[in-house]
C-alpha cells in the first residue's frame, strides 16, 4: 500500500463529454503529481501541487485539462470535452523523502 | 530536453537466468535515477535508487549502479524468478524544486519457468 487511492479505477465515457478524477494521497504527502501513460509507454509529466498551489504544467495538459488541490490534501483532475487521445491511464503520485508514491492509476477510455 | 531510453523488450528468459535491462540517459545537472516495476493488474512501485554518481541501488536481488561517466543506469539480477515477471521502467528526476520524473518506454519482461 503506497497510500495514495486513485477514483473511479476505470472510467467509460462518450466523447465530447467531461470527466473528472480524484487522488487521496496520506496528509504527509505536500508534493501531489499526476502522470498520465498511454499503452505501451511510460508515464508522461502533466502537472504537479505544492500543497495547494499548481507550481508547473506540462505542455501535454491542453486547456481542456484543469486540476486542482483545493486544501493541500486531495486532487482532482478535470477533462472536458474527451477525445479518443484522451484514452490513458492517469496516474497520482506523492512525494515523500525524495520518492514518489504512485496510486493505482485511473484507467480512462474514451468512446 | 531529459530523457531516458530503455532496452527494447519484451525479454523472454528461463528461471534462474542472469538479467540485464540497459537504460541510458540525457540530462543537464545531476538527477536522481531510479528503477519502477509494474506487476500486472498493480501500480507502479519503486524497486530502486540511486542519488548520484558511483552509488547502488539494490533491492529484491536487483541492482543498479549510477554512472555518470556512461550515462547509464542498467538494471541486473543475478537469478530470476518467476514471480519478477513485470514491466520495468527506468527514470530520473528533474527540476531542482519539481522532482518530476522522466520515464523510459519500459521493458516487459517474461520469465518461464
Known amino acids: 500500500d503506497t497510500g495514495v487511492s486513485q477514483d473511479p479505477r476505470h472510467k467509460i465515457t462518450k466523447r465530447g463529454q467531461n470527466v473528472t478524477f480524484r487522488c487521496d494521497p496520506i496528509?504527509?504527502?505536500?508534493?501531489l503529481y499526476w502522470y498520465r501513460q498511454t499503452l505501451g509507454q511510460g508515464p508522461e509529466f502533466l502537472t504537479y501541487f505544492q500543497n495547494e498551489a499548481q507550481l508547473e504544467k506540462s505542455r501535454l495538459l491542453s486547456d481542456r485539462f484543469s486540476a486542482e488541490r483545493p486544501k493541500g490534501s486531495f486532487s482532482t483532475l478535470e477533462i472536458q470535452r474527451t477525445e479518443q487521445g484522451d484514452s490513458a491511464m492517469y496516474l497520482c503520485?506523492?512525494?515523500?523523502?525524495?520518492?514518489?508514491?504512485f496510486g493505482p492509476g485511473t484507467r480512462l477510455t474514451v468512446t | 530536453g531529459n530523457s531516458v531510453t530503455q532496452m527494447e523488450g519484451p525479454v523472454t528468459l528461463s528461471e534462474e537466468a542472469f538479467l540485464t535491462i540497459n537504460c541510458t540517459y540525457t540530462a543537464t545537472g545531476y538527477p536522481s535515477l531510479f528503477w519502477y516495476v509494474q506487476y500486472p493488474g498493480e501500480g507502479l512501485q519503486l524497486l530502486l535508487k540511486a542519488t548520484k554518481a558511483d552509488d547502488k541501488g539494490s533491492n529484491k536481488g536487483f541492482e543498479a549502479t549510477y554512472r555518470k561517466e556512461t550515462t547509464s543506469f542498467h538494471l541486473e539480477k543475478g537469478s530470476v524468478q518467476v514471480s519478477d515477471s513485470a514491466v520495468y521502467f527506468c527514470a530520473l528526476s528533474e527540476g531542482q524544486g519539481a522532482q518530476k520524473l522522466v520515464f523510459g518506454q519500459g521493458t516487459r519482461l517474461t520469465i518461464n519457468p
Open positions: 503520485a506523492a512525494w515523500s523523502g525524495g520518492e514518489q508514491y
Open positions: 496528509s504527509e504527502h505536500n508534493r
